[in-house]
């Protein structure tokens, strides 16, 4: 895309209509989490993680094609399309999707976002970005509720699934902030949506490889929840949020989306509640409410 036409784009979408989209990716990715847990109670991890992804596949291939956005991606762009890939939409989402089938989706979904308290050590080390104190309260923060939602009194210690689905979130959360730290240092020739689609195949077909090795084949009974759910887990969670976010990141100060994310893990807790009947106790309130502050201190400016 050329500078002039990313420079039309940028003015043919108003900023109430970037915040409403925001609205949109919040809502989506946030009630993504207790779909998924429905999901994964039919269907392996694995195996939900590439049918989703293989169906997003095709629909975004579509989209791109009707929308004269297809393109074969630059060899300058690989990188960023395997960083992704693997890191965000391979790793990230298996290891989230094993989670959820021992973690309630509202405390999976706090973890999964501690992923700002892990790329800001990382810019540091890795990618020389400094560290001041604001950054470091935050990460203080973020780590003071995390450690209260693995607190003996809330938590139970000798529960060996709760404590394998807990470090695969944990996992899962570690391998996005790796795919965020390639993304800062990535020089874009494409725009980020045109590159989903080659995001996706990636992962689709490695996916699809893993699944065959460690998964039986999945039977699921396709009753009209699950084709429901994976229809919102493809179209809405995945196709929607991510073209919308892609959107919103061209058109969004850069504080006011690290500061609007945080609503998402809000939106799953309170989607957790509502759909899954799960219980939001004083403990998860207030280790979220510390860990959402901590992100929030460390990633935006003091403005």
């Known amino acids: 895309m050329t500078p002039a036409a990313d420079t039309a784009q940028r003015r043919d979408i108003s900023r109430a209509t970037a915040l409403a989209l925001f609205a949109v990716v919040i809502f989506a990715w946030g009630l993504n989490w207790p779909v998924t847990k429905l999901i994964v109670a039919e269907v392996t991890p694995l195996w939900t993680v590439a049918i989703r992804t293989a169906i997003a596949c095709a629909v975004l291939f579509v989209v791109l094609k009707l929308s004269g956005q297809f393109i074969v991606p630059a060899r300058g762009d690989v990188p960023v399309i395997i960083a992704i890939g693997l890191f965000h939409m391979v790793a990230f989402s298996a290891l989230m999707a094993a989670g959820l089938k021992y973690v309630p989706a509202g405390r999976s979904v706090v973890l999964g976002y501690t992923t700002p308290l892990w790329v800001t050590p990382g810019a540091w080390l890795l990618l020389g970005e400094t560290l001041p104190a604001r950054r470091l309260a935050g990460i203080v923060i973020g780590l003071c509720g995390l450690l209260l939602l693995f607190n003996p009194a809330g938590f ?3 529960d060996r699934p709760a404590l394998v689905g807990n470090g695969l979130l944990l996992l899962s959360a570690l391998s996005w902030s790796v795919s965020i730290l390639y993304v800062r240092a990535h020089r874009w020739i494409a725009t ?3 590159l989903t689609f080659w995001q996706t195949l990636l992962a689709t077909i490695v996916l699809t490889v893993l699944a065959s090795i460690f998964e039986p084949l999945p039977h699921p009974h396709w009753s ?3 084709v429901l759910a994976f ?12 073209w919308a976010m892609a959107v919103v990141n061209r058109s969004v100060p850069a504080t006011t989306t690290a500061l609007g994310i945080l609503g998402t893990p809000i939106v799953g807790i309170a989607g957790s509640a509502l759909a899954l009947g799960e219980t939001i106790d004083l403990t998860l309130i207030v280790a979220t409410a510390l860990i959402l502050a901590g992100v929030a201190v460390g990633t935006t400016s003091r403005a």
Do not use: M
């Open 156 to 158: 139970d210690w000798s």
């Open 192 to 194: 980020p949506f045109q």
């Open 224 to 226: 009209a929840p699950l």
């Open 231 to 242: 229809a919102y887990n493809v179209l809405i969670g995945t196709v929607l949020g991510f």
